[in-house]
């Protein structure tokens, strides 16, 4: 994976130690890929913490506390990695805005808060990555989107979420067609249900015997993924939506 070096990778939603993001940062630096985090909602000194795990893996590394439901957030990430590390070659949108509903409870609030962070942000960072990108003619570009398997079946009670991570799905998916002469692919990963901040003991015994290889996912194994498409050897897969969920049993 030398090919990654000397590349900058810019990845939303790093904010706890088990959390998904927390895990692509771990590996993308493994691979010398220097590396921007946001946050928001961390434990106090939880990020320079985190950033100090990650320079001692030998790359650099720099970080965001900021409100992904905040309009000019695509911009002022873009700008604020750029004055400290460079401009980003990789791009993962990994954050995500959660909160459970149903027919009953959802609202207009609801929906919005849902829209802010999962389309808006997710959609303006894409595009802004892309039109900065095209400016400064960097070569081959990465945009990795992560996305819940919303078209594999139902998840009732999370109606606002689902419309809003399915939504992902369709962007990636035009959006990969129209950034591909510039040199850029665009890629979604669904990791299906994944073992970190949000599992609680009954929700693990529930999912596990729907896990035929026997385990639960872990953040890693998505992490590993993403490393994937973020290297050379995925330069020919662009406008996908992988499923990577460890042979997870809906029925």
Same mark, same amino acid.
């Given at each position: 994976?030398?090919?990654?070096?000397?590349?900058?990778?810019?990845?939303?939603?790093?904010?706890?130690?088990? &959390?998904?993001?927390?895990?692509? =940062?771990?590996?993308?630096?493994?691979?010398?890929?220097?590396?921007?985090? *946001?946050?928001?909602?961390?434990?106090?000194?939880?990020?320079?913490?985190?950033?100090?795990? !990650?320079?001692?893996?030998?790359?650099? =590394?720099?970080?965001?506390? !900021? @409100?992904?439901? @905040?309009?000019?957030?695509?911009?002022?990430?873009?700008?604020?990695?750029?004055?400290?590390?460079?401009?980003?070659?990789?791009?993962?949108?990994?954050?995500?805005?959660?909160?459970? @509903?149903?027919?009953?409870?959802?609202?207009?609030?609801?929906? @919005?808060?849902?829209?802010?962070?999962?389309?808006?942000?997710? %959609?303006?960072? =894409?595009?802004?990555?892309?039109?900065?990108?095209? $400016?400064?003619?960097?070569? *081959?570009?990465?945009?990795?989107?992560?996305?819940?398997?919303?078209?594999?079946?139902?998840?009732?009670?999370?109606?606002?979420?689902?419309?809003?991570?399915?939504?992902?799905?369709?962007?990636? $998916?035009?959006?990969?067609? $129209?950034?591909?002469?510039?040199?850029?692919?665009?890629?979604?990963?669904?990791?299906?249900?994944?073992?970190?901040?949000?599992?609680?003991? $009954?929700?693990?015994?529930?999912?596990?015997?729907?896990?035929?290889?026997?385990?639960?996912?872990?953040?890693?194994?998505?992490?590993?993924?993403?490393?994937?498409?973020?290297? &050379?050897?995925?330069?020919?897969?662009?406008?996908?939506?992988?499923?990577?969920?460890?042979? %997870?049993?809906?029925?």
């Amino acid at each position: 994976m030398n090919h990654l070096q000397n590349k900058i990778a810019l990845i939303t939603g790093a904010s706890s130690q088990r &959390d998904m993001g927390s895990a692509i =940062c771990r590996k993308l630096a493994s691979h010398g890929i220097d590396i921007f985090f *946001t946050h928001w909602g961390s434990a106090p000194d939880w990020s320079e913490n985190f950033q100090k795990e !990650i320079t001692e893996l030998g790359v650099r =590394c720099e970080s965001m506390e !900021i @409100d992904l439901s @905040d309009a000019n957030a695509a911009y002022e990430i873009n700008d604020t990695i750029a004055g400290k590390l460079g401009f980003p070659t990789i791009l993962v949108n990994n954050a995500a805005h959660s909160t459970s @509903d149903g027919y009953i409870e959802l609202d207009a609030k609801t929906l @919005d808060d849902h829209y802010k962070v999962n389309m808006r942000t997710t %959609f303006l960072l =894409c595009v802004e990555f892309a039109r900065r990108y095209k $400016e400064l003619n960097l070569g *081959t570009g990465r945009i990795i989107n992560m996305t819940s398997g919303q078209g594999l079946g139902p998840m009732p009670g999370e109606l606002a979420y689902v419309a809003t991570k399915a939504a992902i799905s369709a962007f990636t $998916e035009s959006l990969s067609v $129209e950034l591909a002469p510039i040199g850029i692919t665009v890629n979604g990963v669904n990791p299906g249900p994944t073992d970190s901040t949000w599992m609680t003991g $009954e929700i693990r015994e529930n999912l596990l015997p729907k896990f035929k290889m026997g385990r639960i996912g872990l953040p890693e194994d998505a992490a590993r993924l993403v490393a994937f498409l973020a290297g &050379d050897d995925a330069k020919w897969i662009t406008g996908q939506i992988i499923n990577s969920e460890g042979g %997870f049993y809906r029925s």
